[in-house]
């Protein structure tokens, strides 16, 4: 009896391995992959973007932007999220991809609301996260004692924050956590600590500060008066099919740009004042729209 | 030609050959296993010495250094290293008086009728995924500690609170195993002579138990030495040299599980990470050799 049940399992297993193995691969699957501070943007889209193209199928993954640009350039998936530019990461071969910039994403650093400070020069932020200042009593704040959460090395957010935030300087070794949830719940509940979360997690329990007496808002984002931002990149080998044009000409479509994106606190890149470029350079973006298809090439 | 019963004594039975069937089986099956673990320890040391042999840092500064930012080309491991066998002994110590008092209730006190449903309960123990006993950490353990002790919470004692409740069924279960290794008419034979059952115990049962709750540390420590997910989540990720019970510190896994996404696959930063995990694999190999030393010993 029990011979010929095992037999019949080992039949039924045999028979689902060969099915799968005979599956034709649907030519028409995309698959996306990076940034988790993308995602939320991209795995809306790609749902809505499912239900009007039935023969595609989006397929959206996490994994981080370094993970995200390197399986792009090793042609493992067909799109690489990323927060920062490819050849801010050592080890790609920039000049192989081309950057798409679908979306912007403010950053802003946060306190806990108990510290009793709201507005901090420039100056002063390096300070704080370069270990100079260590009580916010210097700041005119209560008497607590500093206390610096960061991103862990490598995550896009912290990149930006140190490029744009504090000037090209580099955090000083604190506490380090992998994503901005956590981030949140620690600034929250713990008087004297400083972070930085991008503008959609900004809640009514941190405080955001403002830098030089600019609030982080959109509109200063917009205006590049609020000068800590970053671009939300998808990146594609410069060979690209058919299948991903279509799905990076609907990220740039107006459902996505001015429903989507909005709706989950980013700000659309067809809606920028201002393009920037890697190292900093301001052009005008043609009266407040970027071009249609939203791509330049990104050399290296 | 053949008479039919020599033909038919000399053919292999059915039975026969199922058994060379199933031996083929079995064979297979540690076969496969075997292929896998030496092709994981080859992967991992080839990918683990990619940073000296190709990048040219020295085996020395990254064991002894304590700068850990790979982005600016200082590959020092030690904080991490210190951070992991710290909140590793730690747990231990905070874990082997609970285990092996719950050992000495489930094995020596007989009368105690719910005993095996006590052993069932920290059975089911291990099964908790790490996940949860890390948001256990977060949700419990942390904010505890920020409210007594001050400070964010996240640290040294966090982790190592957390790794004592993973590693306590383990040691419980391995060390109620020892108690039951050793054969029943010791304790019959003590008990005879008048001995109460502290003296059995203490005199007779643990001598004999000592090198497998010995090894039941050990397996605990290399354990908690491999744990990530659950220390990455309390124990703060600060690669800095920990100076108090309740400075934020890292472990080799912490850095490993929160590097591996946001670095490039065959970039200098990866193959850090890739060095980490070597050096855990290695000291996680040693702390089996320690366990299967202490059980030889016994023998």
Do not use: Q
């Given at each position: 009896m029990f011979n010929r049940k095992l037999r019949l399992g080992f039949l039924v297993l045999a028979v689902l391995i060969s099915l799968t193995g005979c599956?034709?691969?649907?030519?028409n699957s995309l698959t996306l992959a990076g940034s988790t501070a993308f995602q939320p943007i991209v795995e809306m889209a790609a749902s809505s973007y499912n239900l009007r193209h039935k023969k595609t199928l989006v397929n959206v993954q996490g994994g981080g932007s370094g993970t995200g640009i390197s399986q792009v350039e090793e042609g493992a998936i067909d799109i690489g999220n990323s927060d920062v530019f490819a050849s801010e990461k050592k080890g790609i071969k920039a000049s192989q991809l081309k950057d798409h910039q679908i979306a912007v994403t403010g950053i802003t650093p946060i306190v806990n609301p108990k510290t009793g400070v709201r507005n901090v020069s420039q100056k002063q932020l390096i300070g704080i996260f370069t270990g100079k200042i260590k009580n916010w009593r210097y700041l005119g704040g209560k008497n607590l004692k500093i206390i610096v959460i960061n991103r862990s090395i490598g995550s896009g957010t912290r990149n930006n924050f140190e490029k744009w935030g504090l000037a090209g300087h580099r955090s000083m070794v604190a506490q380090e956590q992998s994503s901005t949830g956590t981030v949140c719940k620690i600034v929250g509940a713990t008087p004297g600590t400083i972070s930085y979360i991008a503008f959609p997690y900004i809640s009514n329990k941190i405080q955001p500060l403002s830098i030089n007496g600019v609030k982080p808002s959109k509109q200063n984002v917009k205006t590049n008066k609020w000068k800590i931002w970053a671009y939300e990149h998808m990146y594609t080998l410069k060979k690209n099919d058919k299948n991903t044009r279509a799905f990076l000409r609907y990220m740039m479509s107006n459902n996505v740009q001015q429903k989507i994106i909005p709706k989950l606190g980013y700000i659309p890149v067809s809606s920028m004042n201002f393009k920037r470029s890697e190292n900093g350079t301001l052009s005008n973006s043609e009266g407040g729209r970027a071009k249609v298809d939203g791509s330049h090439t990104n050399g290296s | 030609m053949m008479d039919p019963i020599q033909t038919d004594l000399k053919k292999r039975s059915a039975a026969s050959k199922s058994e060379k069937r199933g031996q083929c089986l079995t064979f297979l099956c540690i076969g496969i296993s075997v292929l896998i673990i030496v092709a994981l320890i080859f992967f991992i040391t080839y990918k683990g010495l990619l940073l000296f042999l190709q990048d040219k840092v020295s085996i020395l500064s990254f064991l002894s250094g304590i700068s850990w930012d790979p982005n600016n080309g200082n590959f020092g491991a030690l904080s991490m290293l210190l951070g992991s066998m710290i909140v590793t002994i730690l747990a231990v110590f905070l874990a082997f008086p609970f285990s092996f008092g719950t050992a000495i209730f489930i094995s020596e006190i007989k009368f105690s009728r719910g005993r095996n449903y006590l052993r069932l309960a920290i059975e089911m123990l291990i099964g908790i995924p790490a996940v949860v006993y890390g948001f256990v950490g977060i949700s419990v353990v942390v904010p505890l500690l920020r409210v007594t002790m001050g400070g964010t919470g996240f640290g040294l004692l966090a982790g190592a609170i957390i790794l004592a409740m993973m590693i306590l069924p383990t040691i419980s279960t391995l060390c109620v195993d020892a108690f039951k290794g050793v054969p029943e008419m010791y304790r019959y034979t003590s008990r005879a002579l008048g001995a109460t059952q502290w003296q059995t115990l203490r005199r007779i049962v643990l001598p004999i138990a000592k090198p497998r709750i010995v090894t039941a540390i050990l397996f605990g420590m290399s354990q908690a030495f491999g744990e990530a997910v659950a220390i990455q989540m309390v124990i703060g990720n600060a690669t800095l040299i920990p100076t108090h019970l309740m400075s934020p510190a890292a472990t080799l896994t912490s850095v490993i599980t929160i590097g591996m996404g946001d670095s490039v696959r065959g970039s200098i930063e990866n193959d850090a990470l890739w060095s980490l995990a070597l050096l855990l694999l290695l000291i996680s190999l040693l702390f089996n050799l320690f366990a299967r030393f202490a059980m030889r010993k016994r023998n």
């Open positions: 599956r034709p691969l649907s030519k | -």
